[in-house]
T-cell receptor, first 113, second 115 residues
Framework: QKEVEQDPGPLSVPEGAIVSLNCTYS??????FMWYRQYSRKGPELLMYTYSSGNKEDGRFTAQVDKSSKYISLFIRDSQPSDSATYLCAMSAGNFGNEKLTFGTGTRLTIIP | DAGITQSPRHKVTETGTPVTLRCHQTENHRYMYWYRQDPGHGLRLIHYSYGVKDTDKGEVSDGYSVSRSKTEDFLLTLESATSSQTSVYFC??????????????FGPGTRLTVL
C-alpha cells in the first residue's frame, strides 16, 4: 500500500463549479502538506503549502488538512478552463533539505467551458 | 520562476549507452534534487545534493549516479541506459516561498526515451 493515495481521475467539471481534490495518507509523521499543479509537458509548480492541521486560503484556492483523519483536500472555487491540469499532493515529516517529499500520483482535472 | 533550466529537454537513446542530464540553477540554492515521473508512480526521488560534492541516494537510485562540482550544476548520469529508464526527469531546488514555506521548486523536465 502506498503512503499517499490520490484518485487519478480524470475529473471533468463545468466552468464555474467548485472542485474538490483529495489525498489520504498513512504516515502520521507527515506535518507539511503541499499541492502542486502540473500543466501538460511542464514541471510541477507549487500552488499551496500548509503546516499541520487547518485551512489555508489563497484566492480561489483553499487547502484543508485533517491530520486526525489523515486526509487533505484542495478546493477550487469558480473553476476556470485555465485550471485544467494535473494536481499533485505532496507531504513530508520535516522541513529540512534532506526530508523526502512523498507525492501522490496526481489527479487530472479538466474544466469544461 | 525558480531559475532552473534542464538540458537536454528531449533525448532518444539506445539501450546500453551512457546518458547525462544537466540541471542548472541561477539562485545559489544549496539543495538540489533529481526525480523521475512515471504513470501510476508519481514523482520518485533518485538522488539529491546538499552542497558541492555532497550527494545522497533517494528511493530509486539504482542505475543512476550524480555529480555536483559547482553550486549551480547538478548532473544525473545513466551509466548504461535501459528501457526501464524511459521517463520524464525533473530537477528541483529547495527554495523559499516566504517565511515557513521552504519547499521544492521544479524545473521544466527532460523527456528521455531509451530504445
Amino acid at each position: 500500500q502506498k503512503e499517499v493515495e490520490q484518485d487519478p481521475g480524470p475529473l471533468s467539471v463545468p466552468e464555474g463549479a467548485i472542485v474538490s481534490l483529495n489525498c489520504t495518507y498513512s504516515n502520521s509523521a507527515f506535518q507539511y502538506f503541499m499541492w502542486y499543479r502540473q500543466y501538460s509537458r511542464k514541471g510541477p509548480e507549487l500552488l499551496m503549502y500548509t503546516y499541520s492541521s487547518g485551512n489555508k486560503e489563497d484566492g480561489r484556492f483553499t487547502a484543508q488538512v485533517d491530520k486526525s483523519s489523515k486526509y487533505i483536500s484542495l478546493f477550487i472555487r469558480d473553476s476556470q478552463p485555465s485550471d485544467s491540469a494535473t494536481y499533485l499532493c505532496a507531504m513530508s515529516a520535516g522541513n529540512f533539505g534532506n526530508e523526502k517529499l512523498t507525492f501522490g500520483t496526481g489527479t487530472r482535472l479538466t474544466i469544461i467551458p | 520562476d525558480a531559475g532552473i533550466t534542464q538540458s537536454p529537454r528531449h533525448k532518444v537513446t539506445e539501450t546500453g549507452t551512457p546518458v547525462t542530464l544537466r540541471c542548472h540553477q541561477t539562485e545559489n540554492h544549496r539543495y538540489m534534487y533529481w526525480y523521475r515521473q512515471d504513470p501510476g508512480h508519481g514523482l520518485r526521488l533518485i538522488h539529491y545534493s546538499y552542497g558541492v560534492k555532497d550527494t545522497d541516494k533517494g528511493e530509486v537510485s539504482d542505475g543512476y549516479s550524480v555529480s555536483r562540482s559547482k553550486t549551480e550544476d547538478f548532473l544525473l548520469t545513466l551509466e548504461s541506459a535501459t528501457s526501464s529508464q524511459t521517463s520524464v526527469y525533473f530537477c528541483a531546488i529547495r527554495g523559499s516561498g516566504g517565511p515557513g514555506t521552504d519547499t521544492q521548486y521544479f524545473g521544466p523536465g527532460t523527456r528521455l526515451t531509451v530504445l
